[in-house]
């Protein structure tokens, strides 16, 4: 597959010369398409779109049945992924995820078999289930972008993209993350009710799964790489890095917010921008770029403390972009 | 923020416990039913507050407003004058607190009480006073503050730090105008401040019980500060009135129906002891005399001297009063008028034969007038007499009773006695009342005289030296002039304690005593007493004298302009200085569009500012797109080489200077 993809990208237009615009372009084509199956959802598929770009991982927190499943398995199908599902249960084992080596008669040795997680996309259907030794396995994965089995590294596919959800309500016998774990997610996102259009259209319409079955990939693994390396080039000004440096700072020395933010967040929040710098087919990030992901990348990393009036119904992460200054 | 929104409930009680804390001590000053009514109001607010007590119908609101109103008038005959001005104030807060509900109502609240804040000057400017007032100003200014950015990010904590920078800016201004605004003579707005608080003081009538009475109170009389070296305590007599007329109880400075004395001419005192220089400041007691060591040679030209050597102002004194003096405490005074021979020995009408005899006798067995004196003193001496704060009551003739009956009396009856028995010898002889002693304030450099060092004794005339001070009591109770009269510890009988060295506890909190008398003396001389005279001093000491109103007025433009670049200095403005040269250009870009009405918001980027622009105005938006533009790439842009930036920088500054949005219709 990876020669495949070699083959194609010399039919793609070069690193170098490919334009900004173009991928601004590439992606709305992306987001059209997406737009077909997954209803009045856009402004959710270009953040996960971009989480991905940025190389990081997605945790969609919502309720059963609002389409976190057909979100993943749709960005798998668009980018030409390699999707795998695993359903976390409390009996599931971190060798479910990983694979184990078994032995193996004809060659006289123990031969590795893969588990679930040697995909490209996967989702991780409701982690909070399992237990935290299952979950860090998972986590580790992720962070190291290899697993060991028997002391044998095994490196995981390239790109490695994980959509973990998780049910807010319902919490008896689960193990919610904890702060440290949901750090290693670039972005939370909730999807929500679709509104009222969408919603007619999606009860009328056609089965989603059989639409995504039919669906061709719209880009390949090279083309994802590439605009993953794009993303990585954008510009900075340094206003902009002041800018990231002061909603950190902000973050930590707030006496609303019960931990500030780390640099890991800074970081993420700079590549997520840069990600959706690019996606608007930008060269440079803006403080709107910014603001457009950064309420989903701090979202789950920053807790109001208690005792504080007039904060009803509002994030941590809009409350903390409204309150910075641009420099 | 809209004004018409509701008050937070937080807020609604934390600026009803704001404005209570405020009113609070005008309670004292209210009638009581007046207070009883706005104690029931204040519970009333709480009790809506916390949704224990309906609010008050429009209906019900007006009744009590109308009534109350009427209810003011009625006690005060009128809304003029202080209590009743206060009064109606205080009440009126306190409605105004029951109908409370929007944020506009808050900030109403609030400037009212700003009013009543200042209205507690009105009635005492004592440090204590001034000191919760401030506290209580602080937390409404907190409360402002909440009210003008209810930004749960800084609570209590963050605007207490706000409040402070803003009051420090504010107080170069506040010095300023202190110091060099032109000051009025005369009293706070002539208002007759003091009126209705009674003051406690010498008075120019003497009886037994009077000066023990007023030595049982620690309050203040004056303060002394020692220019020349400090004479000892028992040479500390400090003359108020004199006093001639007796009836045989009461002693008065006039025979009644006395021409108003011009004094006849003035005793001439002639100086045989060194002179002792002091300032003196006299807490003010509604009468003319002024108190100075005994005698005094030299003395302010706002002051009069009597014939009998004391010092009078010209009206009655309503302002602490700071002088200074020169006394002399060895001296002879010359010259004994016809008015002193006739009034210096007039006896009341039917002196018991008792004291008459005794004086007689001394009269015949003594060679001189003065052994006479040291006769009387002897008997004090000798005979079984008590210094007693409670003296047994005395009757019909109390010279009488005193001497050979209850022999139990304070110096009045010492005085009274001794003078008597003077005058019944055919000694010309009076009562000069006055304080005797002082202390020390250990930690600072001057005495403090209490109501409770009030003292009468007697003077005596004697051919070749004039009136000379004898002291009966002392006679009596030599520690009484040498130590002082403890007001806090009279014995059970009324027998007088003397301030003696306590223990370590006693010790302790004389020594707080201290501090705190040394700060409010402070006070009165720097900032209560700061009148036009010590603005003369003080501006004299900067070299700047000869001032006139002109003068003075560019001076505290002057130093307007100085305090106003000082609080600019502190307000930090100067840090905030761009980084960036195209942020500054941008700005003038904002405040031009601002002024038609299109404000950016600091949290928001360029391009967002722009989208704005396009839905708001969007007859701009083909000015506005080549600005933000080039600012984006300024900004936010990679660099190509310095020239370029340049090139752009001035660019972006023609656009903005062009750049000219008009008013929208």
């Not at chain 1, 390699?82 to 359903?87: D, E, G, N, P, S």
């Amino acid at each position: 597959m990876a020669n495949e993809n070699l083959l194609r990208a010399e039919t793609k237009p070069g690193l170098d010369a490919l334009g900004a615009a173009d991928i601004g372009q590439s992606v709305t084509q992306l987001v059209d398409r997406a737009g077909e199956i997954i209803l009045g959802k856009e402004h959710s598929v270009r953040l996960a779109l971009a989480c991905l770009i940025a190389r990081g991982h997605l945790l969609i927190e919502d309720q059963p049945g609002v389409g976190k499943t057909t979100l993943a398995h749709l960005l798998a199908r668009l980018l030409g992924l390699k999707y795998q599902r695993i359903q976390f249960t409390s009996d599931l084992l971190p060798a479910d995820i990983i694979g184990v080596s078994i032995y193996d008669r004809d060659t006289g040795g123990f031969r590795f078999h893969p588990g679930p997680i040697f995909a490209q996309l996967i989702l991780a259907d409701e982690i909070n289930r399992a237990t935290p030794k299952t979950q860090s396995a998972l986590l580790e994965a992720m962070e190291e972008e290899q697993v060991t089995v028997d002391g044998n590294s095994h490196s995981l596919d390239v790109p490695f993209f994980v959509v973990a959800t998780q049910n807010p309500l319902q919490q008896i016998g689960t193990f919610p993350l904890p702060e440290s774990q949901l750090d290693r997610f670039l972005m939370r996102l909730s999807l929500g009710y679709p509104d009222w259009r969408a919603e007619r259209e999606l009860l009328q319409g056609r089965d989603r799964r059989d639409m995504l079955r039919e669906l061709d990939p719209a880009w390949d693994t090279h083309w994802l790489t590439t605009i993953q390396a794009k993303a990585r080039e954008v510009y900075c000004s340094q206003p902009l890095v002041e800018y990231v440096q002061r909603i950190l700072d902000f973050s930590r020395r707030s006496a609303l917010f019960e931990l500030g933010l780390s640099p890991r967040a800074g970081l993420g929040l700079l590549a997520a921008a840069r990600a959706w710098a690019v996606m608007q087919g930008r060269n440079q990030v803006m403080p709107e770029d910014v603001q457009a992901v950064g309420p989903h990348v701090v979202g789950h990393r920053l807790r109001f403390s208690g005792g504080v009036d007039g904060l009803e119904g509002r994030s941590t992460g809009t409350y903390l972009f409204e309150a910075v200054e641009v420099p | 923020m809209n004004d018409q929104e509701n008050l937070s409930r937080a807020l609604q009680i934390k600026l009803s416990l704001g404005v209570i804390a405020l009113s609070l001590p005008h309670l004292g000053y209210l009638p009581i039913s007046l207070a009883v009514g706005m104690v029931l109001l204040w519970i009333w607010r709480m009790g809506v507050s916390l949704e224990r007590l309906p609010a008050p119908g429009r209906w019900l609101l007006l009744l009590v407003t109308l009534g109350s109103c009427i209810y003011v008038v009625g006690h005060y005959g009128g809304v003029l004058g202080r209590d009743a001005g206060v009064a109606l104030l205080t009440l009126m807060l306190a409605l105004k607190l029951l109908e409370m509900r929007t944020i506009r109502d808050g900030y109403l609240t609030i400037l009212l009480s700003f009013f009543l804040s200042i209205s507690h000057f009105l009635f005492s400017q004592e440090i204590p006073v001034v000191l919760y007032v401030f506290a209580v100003t602080a937390y409404l200014l907190i409360l402002l503050k909440a009210l003008e950015f209810p930004d749960p990010e800084s609570g209590t904590a963050g605007g207490l730090g706000l409040i402070v920078k803003i009051v420090l800016q504010g107080l170069p201004l506040v010095a300023v105008l202190f110091i060099l605004f032109p000051r009025l003579s005369g009293p706070l707005w002539n208002l007759d401040l003091d009126g209705s608080s009674a003051v406690s003081g010498l008075d120019d009538e003497m009886s037994p019980g009077r000066i023990s009475r007023l030595s049982q109170s620690d309050e203040v009389a004056f303060r002394v500060e020692f220019r020349s070296e400090v004479p000892a305590t028992e040479e500390l007599y400090w003359r108020g009135p004199v006093l001639w007329h007796t009836d045989g109880r009461t002693w008065r400075a006039e025979p009644p129906g006395a021409r108003p004395s011009n004094g006849g001419e003035t005793g001439k005192v002639i100086a045989e002891g060194e002179p002792v220089i002091y300032n003196l400041t006299l807490e003010p007691h509604r009468r003319t005399w002024i108190f100075a060591l005994d005698m005094p040679i030299q003395w302010d030209d706002r002051y009069q001297a009597t014939a009998e050597g004391n010092l009078v102002a010209r009206s009655k004194l309503r302002d602490r009063q700071r002088y200074t003096a020169t006394s002399v405490l060895r001296y002879r005074t010359a010259g004994l008028s016809g008015r002193d021979w006739e009034w210096g020995t007039q006896l009341p009408d039917g002196l018991s034969p008792r004291v008459k005899d005794l004086a007689q006798r001394w009269r015949s067995e003594a060679v001189s007038d003065i052994a006479v004196a040291e006769q009387a003193l002897a008997y004090f001496r000798q005979q079984p007499f008590v210094y007693t704060l409670q003296p047994p009551p005395l009757g019909a003739d109390p010279v009488d009773e005193f001497l050979f009956d209850t022999r139990q009396g304070f110096c009045e009856h010492y005085s009274s006695a001794f003078t008597t028995l003077m005058r019944a010898a055919g000694i010309p002889a009076r009562v000069v009342t006055g304080y005797q002693g002082g202390e020390r304030n250990p930690l600072a450099r001057y005495f403090i005289v209490r109501q409770a060092q009030a003292h009468a004794w007697a003077e005596v005339w004697l051919e070749d030296r004039g009136w000379v001070r004898f002291d009966p009591t002392a006679a009596v109770a030599p520690e009484r002039v040498r130590l002082s009269v403890d007001s806090a510890a009279v014995g059970e009988r009324g027998e007088v304690r003397f301030r003696v060295k306590g223990d370590w506890l006693r010790q302790a909190m004389d020594q707080l005593g201290y501090g705190w008398d040394a700060v409010s003396a402070s006070w009165n001389e720097w900032v209560l007493a700061y009148g036009p005279d010590s603005q003369r001093a003080l501006l004299r000491r900067l070299g700047l004298d000869r001032l006139d109103w002109a003068g003075l007025g560019i001076l505290l433009l002057v130093g307007l302009g100085v305090a106003l670049g000082l609080a600019w200095l502190l307000s930090g403005r100067r840090a905030t200085k761009e980084a960036y040269p195209e942020n500054r250009i941008f700005q003038r870009f904002r405040e031009k569009l601002a002024k038609v009405g299109v404000r950016s918001k600091p949290h928001e980027g360029p391009n967002a500012f722009q989208r704005r622009i396009a839905v708001a105005r969007p007859d701009l938006s083909k000015s506005v797109e080549p600005i933000v533009c080039l600012y984006v790439q300024l900004h936010y842009g990679r660099p190509i080489n310095d020239e370029e930036t340049r090139r752009h920088l001035r660019a972006l500054r023609v656009l903005v200077n062009r750049f000219k949005p008009k008013t929208s219709l």
